[in-house]
Every structure is written in structure tokens, then in C-alpha cells.
């Protein structure tokens, strides 16, 4: 199963490119298929990250989420707009939702880990 990965980026310093990095190793070492929209090409160099309009983030990572079969949830997505919007799409097309404890490295099906 690939499993799309939701954080929180806008406002967060770097993007959250650390967090992203982070958990995806830490999810892909035990096994886990992930897609994650940090990895996403949109051309941007590391001078020019985020300088795109925010729906081309939006639409690419929703193309990039309709193609998984699961998303999980990373800390902080109860406070970003992209996070709840990716989380009622993955509602709606009837994907596996997990949530991830980045201290634990625990995955849970409640959001209140």
C-alpha cells in the first residue's frame, strides 16, 4: 500500500522539510511505501522553494495524493489548511488514514495518537 504523507509546511521554517525527511525515513524503514509532496519537482531550487502560487502546491499535492491508497497524518496538521483539505479528500475517496507520532515513531488510527 503507498501511503501519502500530510504535514504542515506553510509558515513552517524550511517548509518542515526536516519533519518531512524525518518521518519519511523512519516510515520507509519499516517498510512503508510513501509518497511524500516534499519530494515533489516543481522546478524550485533551495533559493527559490515556495516562491510558486500556493494552489500549484495544493493541486500537485492532491495529484500526488489520488495516486495512494492511505495518508498519514504528521504532527501539526489540525493547524494547516492543506492538511485538513488533503484529509477530507482522503475521506472522501475512502483511503486508509493513519496518524504519526514523530516522537514514538508510532502509528495509530486515532488522532489522538
Known amino acids: 500500500m503507498r501511503y501519502y504523507i500530510a504535514g504542515k509546511m506553510t509558515g513552517v521554517d524550511g ?32 533559493e527559490t522553494r515556495g516562491s510558486l502560487p500556493y494552489e ?4 500537485a499535492g492532491l495529484k500526488l495524493l489520488l495516486e495512494c491508497e492511505g495518508i498519514i497524518m504528521m504532527t501539526g496538521w489540525e ?9 477530507y479528500v482522503a ?6 488514514v493513519l496518524f504519526y ?12 495518537r
Do not use: W
Open 79 to 87: 493547524t494547516s489548511k492543506g492538511c485538513m483539505t488533503e484529509l
Open 15 to 46: 517548509y518542515g522539510f526536516a519533519a518531512f525527511d524525518k518521518a519519511c525515513a523512519d516510515l520507509r524503514s519499516k517498510g512503508k511505501t510513501i509518497a511524500s509532496p516534499h519530494e515533489i519537482n516543481h522546478g524550485e531550487t533551495p
Open 101 to 112: 507520532n514523530p516522537v514514538t515513531g508510532v502509528l495509530s488510527t486515532n488522532a489522538g
Open 56 to 59: 500549484h502546491y495544493v493541486r
Open 91 to 96: 475521506y472522501a475517496a475512502g483511503m486508509q
